[in-house]
């Protein structure tokens, strides 16, 4: 790349030369893309000469690999052994059913893990002890059912979580209330979720998220132990994280559909489905 840079000649021709990918070079310059963007081809021996691409600043070896690159490889499980030198490692559309990283047993430098469309069901226990550095984690449109913040509970530096698409119709809360200390995006639209118990939405909200995603879920506005008010209470408490809050739905007693900001603007006494609820609970849904 240096002696391209300093050719004139070439540079003139260059300037005509637009990045196909990746999506954040999409469409720039070729002239435009910082030097250190720029990654080497990996040709050595372990899950680098298989169907994985390993990336990084130097093609010899001098400097380890910072990018595992296995998207849409067929992969039935996490390639061992893993190098701890990836920044960044991309295993998307894969078959991995369940997610497991037993064989890796050293600390990784990882910040990026990109797992989605991999058909995960089962994520074993414990199977981000090694990765302490991890900042974001994806899992969309995976077929995971219950949603266990026990399995997070070493990603101490995760701040951006996403489950989108997946068929969860569980969550549960870890006893810790300190696990995922500093997350601050956490997307769980477009699952089974009808309802989310006290404890779970206190959970949340104490984590000061900057950005949650819900909708897409069956939520049940109306429950015989008036649950479905109590999470209308919450929503109204943290609308203002809520990126997807103007679609966000609910399914009153008669099985329709409504949108979240028309229930919350209508007196909650008209809503037959709220006679069971105290008129204290009533009125804290009405005074916010």
Known sequence: ??????????????????????????????????????????????????????????????????????????????????????????????????????????????????????????????????????????????LITVLKFEDFRHLKSLKILTLSRNKITQVQQHPNQFVLPILQVLSLDGNNISGLNHDIQQFLLGHQLKRLHLSGNPWACDSDTCLGLEWLVWIDEIHVILSDFNSLTCIISNQTTMQVTDLLSNPIEEYPMYKACTQEQITTLVSL
């Not at 005509?16 to 999506?23: A, L």
């Open 1 to 142: 790349m240096i002696w391209l840079r300093q050719n004139p000649f070439l540079l003139n021709f260059i300037r005509f030369v637009y990045c196909e990918d990746v999506v954040t070079h999409k469409y720039l310059p070729f002239q435009m893309v910082p030097i250190d963007h720029f990654l080497c081809m990996y040709n050595q021996s372990g899950i680098c000469d298989t169907k994985c691409d390993c990336l990084g600043p130097s093609a010899t070896g001098e400097i380890p690999p910072t990018v595992l690159w296995c998207e849409g490889q067929g992969l039935q499980k996490i390639p061992d052994p893993l190098p701890s030198s990836f920044i960044s490692m991309h295993l998307a559309n894969n078959n991995i059913s369940v997610l497991n990283f037993e064989k890796v047993n050293v600390l990784m430098q990882t910040t990026f893990l990109d797992l989605q469309d991999c058909l995960i069901e089962t994520i074993l226990p414990g199977p981000f002890i090694n990765f302490p550095w991890l900042e974001e984690l994806n899992l969309d449109n995976n």
